[in-house]
């Protein structure tokens, strides 16, 4: 079966087409990703209604280039992210879904963005080694994105239930809006990564570990956010400017948001037992979050590791093909074809919290 998919969650434009037989057995014939963030990098963040032009003109452009390709003369499904997300920017790829189901008659797959990060592990050829030696499920999952950080306790891909998730703002949202307040322009997180390496302890810089000791897996950044605000008041002008404090802070902002994550990651593999820890998402891009888990993981010998690969970590339409292939084979309730800007990984797990 041949996917063609679209993901417009935020202000990636992206479409993909892959051969599908199943999770571990398809090939990836083309994924575009046309990123926004030149454009919404003077406003400090995505402005809603503009990534919404851009998607509406990026679409045909990118669909025109696989075209030219071949690439969409047999295409079998198509599959389309309905949210979590910017709904403006959600419905320009579900009308343009429907327009291309209308004109090759095809049937469209409703794909949960959250969801898709997960899947975007199978482009790790380690896990897909693992995953068909049964030695992947059970698995913790840990997405961590721009606007959403969830700890999840899978059974199997398409049933989860959700430990945690962030109360206000998210893991890379808070990390964009201190990059924001620093000065350091958007998106915040990779340039947070990349000065970070070059923070000192000069100054001593102390954030707090929100809601760390707290018995549960929900998060809560906002708080950092606002500590970083009232810490600064604390030094004079000059420091403030200098590139050593700047440093320091988005290195202790970092290792807070970071502690955070582990400690609860951790305290969820000591109870459930799983077979493998997932991390997905934008920030699970940041290689010093990618070794601190895996400096955490040999704590816990008989459970896997597994991350996506750089460009399959932050939003693209790849996963959502594969998701969606998924969803349509395995015969699940797709949902409905509309736009839904909180839309929740299904499961509550109220009842499994330690």
Same mark, same amino acid.
């Given at each position: ?157 398409g049933k989860y ?6 109360? %206000?703002? #998210? $893991?890379?949202?808070? +990390?964009?809006?201190?990059?924001? =307040? ?5 998106? /915040? ?64 902002a970092q290792d ?49 590791f597994f991350v ?6 932050? %939003?693209? #339409? $790849?996963?959502?093909? +594969?998701?969606?292939?998924?969803? =349509? ?5 797709? /949902? ?19």
């Amino acid at each position: 079966m041949r996917v063609l998919s679209l993901d417009t969650s935020c202000d990636d434009t992206s479409l993909a087409i892959l051969e599908w037989q199943s999770p571990t057995k398809f090939s990836l014939l083309f994924n575009f990703v046309s990123s926004q963030a030149k454009i919404h990098a003077p406003f400090g963040g995505v402005w809603p209604y503009l990534a919404k032009l851009e998607h509406k003109k990026n679409l045909p452009i990118i669909f025109k280039k696989a075209q030219k390709s071949g690439l969409t003369k047999k295409i079998d499904l198509i599959a389309v992210t309905v949210g979590p997300g910017l709904e403006p920017c959600l419905w320009e790829g579900i009308n343009f879904a429907q327009k291309l189901a209308k004109e090759f008659s095809l049937e469209i797959v409703p794909v949960n963005h959250l969801e898709a990060h997960i899947f975007a592990n199978f482009f790790s050829k380690k896990f897909q080694r693992e995953f068909q030696i049964k030695n992947v499920l059970p698995a913790i999952s840990l997405i961590v994105s721009g606007g959403h950080t969830l700890l999840i306790f899978m059974e199997n891909f398409g049933k989860y239930q959700v430990l945690g998730e962030t109360r %206000d703002d #998210a $893991a890379g949202e808070c +990390l964009d809006k201190i990059a924001r =307040f620093l000065g350091l322009g958007y998106p /915040g997180g990779p340039i947070i990564e990349r000065i970070a390496k070059k923070g000192k302890r000069k100054y001593q810089i102390s954030l707090p570990r929100p809601m760390i000791k707290q018995k549960n897996y929900d998060f809560s950044f906002s708080g950092l956010k606002t500590a970083v605000v009232y810490l600064t008041r604390k030094f004079d002008q000059k420091i403030l400017l200098s590139k050593d404090f700047i440093f320091e802070m988005a290195r202790e902002a970092q290792d807070a948001v970071f502690d955070v994550l582990i400690e609860k990651t951790k305290r969820a593999i000591k109870f459930f037992k799983p077979k493998s820890l997932l991390l997905s998402g934008g920030v699970a891009a940041n290689k010093t979050l990618q070794n601190r888990f895996e400096k955490m993981i040999k704590e816990f010998p008989k459970v896997n590791f597994f991350v996506p690969p750089k460009e399959f970590c932050t %939003d693209n #339409a $790849a996963m959502v093909g +594969l998701c969606g292939a998924f969803s =349509f084979f395995s015969s699940r309730s797709f /949902g409905k074809l509309e736009a839904d800007g909180n839309l929740k990984l299904y499961g509550d797990s109220k009842n499994l919290r330690s």
